[in-house]
Structure formats: structure tokens, C-alpha cells
């Protein structure tokens, strides 16, 4: 039997880091870290006043109004305060009281946003005390004593701004962010994972790349692509265009303004309009009236007008308009960041029109797609998200059944290709459920990319029909889907994923000539304007830099492919190659260099 050699280093498990939602434990820390955390707050500066302190993905927050900002001397000193509480180990203990008594309570503190978050509570009202020494209006769950809290497993993280309520016209407070787990190992790790996160910040990466950039002057969400971003879009753009040729889809070009009348007969003014920006109208009497125009929030209204523009056979079923629409959404300033959560982003969006016998295997050629491009982006770890309506809420439009019918054919897709998946009550578009594909990325963290929705509403309301076989009038079904999703939210995700290197058929630039002296600078440019004639996006350094100095500008703008022309190469009509995929490949005739990276990027392959 072999033996082990215990001296040898033994591999180790990776460290977990659960959510706060997947973890009932942290769920009790991390809500208990946040009344700490006030607490010291209101010992260290007794102006302070609280609001809300609730747990988050990967630790908690509160908010505070102080008259005076928060600084990193602060942040330090409010965690040696939280050290000292918790080494009191104090008791955490419920309580539960009348609203009078509340009301009473808090009115001695002297606290009118406590006061007004008693107002929307239903009662028992429930407070939780740490100590004799602290408490607040809280519905729990915490640990039983401070005791139950690692000193050592916590991190105060930042100061932010945050608006009471989330109401731009409401109060400016401060936010402290923090996190908290179970062991001194998972702060580590997690401190490791947002370290190489700062690494691979797209909006970090997308400046020193030159791929994208925001501006005061046109305004927050609202990115401006360069040359080399905009080829990163339109080589994305293209290669999905010419997988949707093949499976039939035609293209159409939409406004992006329209009449508000349109958004009344969807639904989305009465259901979307806090996220749509405000309506343009000739007068007051005509806003008053709300008749005027409006951005459009969605693209799918108007692929309804373009499939309503003439009556429709049975015979042209399925009907796959496809467009790579700009629209628009109201985000409020603190919920920007980069190009994941902006105010204008374009979107992969198509609509299908489809008879109700059809909609189960178009519904399985959309999720097809949407593999396929996950495949190509290398895109592996994800799963499927089936969000679905939740019966006790009143933001949906459409009966019963219609809603079951939608459901179900998704159900049934999931399960006839055996993808893993979970069901989420609550999270399906007003009009009808989706399947949304999460992406687990680099850094663990979760987005959404593709969708696909199922909807039997928007034909009712805007009384969509063909005619049928028989000749009779009957309703079609429709599929929202989106492959990308957002495509600025796909490009901030892949530049953090691939960290700014992309891969060879995506790279903005794809390969850069490095002639030594100034002597090969004339074949340098005429090989490159023989890669250019095929096809390849190539640039010439001509900054007459050392090579040394080349090659590192190269490797630092995320070049895949680089070529040195020296003297020797000049002679041998060569090109001296370094790929990042294979490292040295030495010289190679540029016949050959022309044909094989040609080919690398139509199999969209490493050189």
C-alpha cells in the first residue's frame, strides 16, 4: 500500500464565503454586527442619529444622519469601539411592546427617524437590546450574546452617501458599510477576492485599455465608447447577428422615443414608469393630460407595431424580429456603477411571434442560442433562474391563467434539457415569467446575462392576431429574449472576468508589430497593411522606443499577439513571435503568421 508523506504540503479546500442569505449563522452575525456597529457610533458621537441597519450579500450597513462626515479615522475608531462592546459580551435580548409604548421610547431619544419607521410596522412591535445599553426597532434574528461575535472575523469597509428612503429630495445621510463572518480565515479570504476585484475593476481596466469613458458634461450612466470599445461592441454585435441569421431571425431599427399612448396600452407607464425618465410634452395642459413623448424603457412595443403593420398567416409563424435596441432607464445616481447599472445601455433584444403548439420548441432553440454564446465567451459557471410570479403581490398584469401557461412551458424547457435550476417566486417581469441565466464569475460574484420570457399578455393587449389554418382569427404567444442582456453590463462582466485580456477574436487590438530601429519600420507597416486587408486588427509601435520598453507597453494594453521585426526578420520576410496564450514562437515566415491567425480568429481560438 502506498503511504502518504505527511510532510508534504497537503492541498486545502478552498475557503467558503455563503451569502447572508444562504447562511442562517451569518444572517444572526451580520444583523447583530449592525446594531454594534450603531452603537458604537452613538457612544462615539452622540449627535448621531440611526436609521436602518440591515444585513447585506456579504456583511451589513447602517445609516446614519451625523452633522459631521465620517472619515477613515473614524471608521478605525468606531471598530475599536465595536471590539470593546463585544468583549462585553453583552446579552442580545428581544422585546416587545405596544406602539404607544414605542412611540413613547423613542420620542425620549429624541430619534424622528425611528419615528417614522414605526409608523409603517405592524404590530407586536419588537425592539432588541444589547446590554441594558442599546436597542432599536428590529425584527431580528440576532445571536444571543455580543460573546457569539469574532473580534477578529470583521472589517469596517467604507463611508458612502446614501438618501433617506432612497428619495433624492429626502435627507442626505452616511452610510458605513462593513462585513462580518464566522472565522478570521473567511475575512482573509474575503479581503483576498476584493483586493483581486480592485485588480480587475472594469471601469478601472476599461480607462487604462481606453475602451470607454463617462463624462461630467453629458452626464452620470451614460458611457461614451472609444474606437478600440466600440470594436469590442461591434465584434459582439456581429458574431451574434450571424449566429441569428442562421436561426432565422430579421433584423429591424426602432426609435427611441415614443408616444406615452404606446407605454399606456403595454402597461409599462402605469407599471415602470418610476424607472422611466419623465415625460416630454408641447405644454403643462399636455403633461397634465400626460400626452407627449417618452424614452422607450423596453424595445418590445415596437416589434409589436412592426408584426401589427400587416395581418399575419399562420404560414409566417414563427415570426423572430431581432434588434440591438438602445433604451433607457431612470437609475437613481447612487445606484450607478460603471457600465453594470447605467441609464442608457443597448440591448441584444428579439421578439418572437409563435403559434401556442410552437412555443415549446422555439422556447428550447432560444435557450440553444443563448448557450452557444455563452460557449464562445467561455462562459461556464452559471445556472438557470426561473422567475416566476408571486400570487400574493399586485404589480402583475394577466389572469391566473395565462401565468401558468407561461410558467409551465418554462418548467418544461428546464426539464427536458436537464439544466440545474431554481425557482424565484417574485422576480418575473410584470408581464410575464423568465428564464434568467446567473453567471457565478471570477470572483464568485453573481450577475444576470441571458434571458428568455414567456408572455401571453402584451398579444392580449394589444390584440395581436393571425389568421389560422382553418381561417379563424387566433392570438400568438411571444418570447422576450436577450442572449447579452445589457450588452455595456456583458462588457463590464467579461473585462473583469477575462481581467482586460481578452480573448484573441474579441481583442480590440489583436496584434502589435514591434519594429527594433527605425530601418524596419517600412516592412513593419507593409506587413500590417497585409493583416489589415484580412481582416486583422493590427497596429505598428512607431514610437521608436527601446524594445524592451515595447514589449512591456504591449503586455500592459493586453496585446494577444506580438511581433518583432528586426534585421533579421526584415531579410527573412519574418516576424520574430510572442503570443500571450504559447509565450516564444520564434520566427515564423509571414505567410504563415497571416494564415494561422486568420484561422485562430474565424474558430474564434488562441494563436
Known sequence: MAQTDLSAPQPTA????????????????????????????QNLFPKAQVTIGPWIDYGFYYDFDSPEPFTEQDLKAIKKEMIKIINKKLPVTQETVSRAEAQQRIEALGEPYKLEILQDLQEPITLYHLGDQWWDLCAGPHVASTADLNPKAFELESVAGAYWRGDEKRAQLQRIYGTAWETPEQ?????????EAKRRDHRKLGRELGLFIFADDVGPGLPLWTPKGTVLRST????????????????????????????KTSGHWQNYREDMFPLMADDDDARSAEEGFVMKPMNCPFHIQIYKSELRSYRELPLRLAEFGTVYRYEQSGELGGLTRVRGFTVDDSHLFVRPEQ????????????????????????????SFRDPESTKYIGGDAVWEASQNAIRRAVQTLGMEYFEAPGEA????????????????????????????????????????????RQRPVMIHRAPFGSLERLIGILIEEYAGDFPLWLAPV??????????????????ADQLLTQGVRVEVDASGDRLGKMVRNAEKAKVPIMAVVGAKELEDNALSIRTRAQGELGALPVAEVLERVTGAIAARADF
Open 359 to 386: 412555443l415549446d420548441d422555439e422556447f428550447l432553440k432560444v435557450v440553444d442560442l443563448i448557450l452557444t454564446v455563452f460557449r464562445s465567451l467561455k462562459l461556464k459557471n452559471f445556472k438557470a433562474r426561473l
Open 187 to 195: 475575512l482573509q479570504e474575503y479581503k483576498r477576492r476584493r483586493e
Open 14 to 41: 478552498p475557503v467558503a464565503l455563503p451569502r447572508t442569505s444562504e447562511s442562517e449563522a451569518l444572517k444572526r452575525i451580520r444583523h447583530t454586527f449592525s446594531h454594534v456597529m450603531a452603537m458604537a457610533v
Open 236 to 263: 459582439l454585435e456581429t458574431f451574434l447577428k450571424e449566429e441569428q441569421t442562421k436561426r432565422g431571425y430579421l433584423g429591424v431599427v426602432t426609435p427611441h422615443i415614443a408616444r406615452v399612448d404606446l407605454f
Open 510 to 527: 489583436q496584434m502589435r508589430l514591434l519594429p527594433v530601429t527605425e530601418e524596419q519600420l517600412g516592412y513593419a507597416q507593409s506587413v
Open 429 to 472: 417581469a410584470f408581464y410575464g415569467p423568465k428564464l434568467d441565466f446567473i453567471f457565478r464569475d471570477a470572483l464568485e460574484r453573481e450577475w444576470q446575462l441571458g434571458t428568455v420570457q414567456v408572455d401571453y399578455n402584451l398579444p392580449e393587449r394589444f390584440d395581436l392576431e393571425y389568421v389560422a389554418e382553418d381561417g379563424s
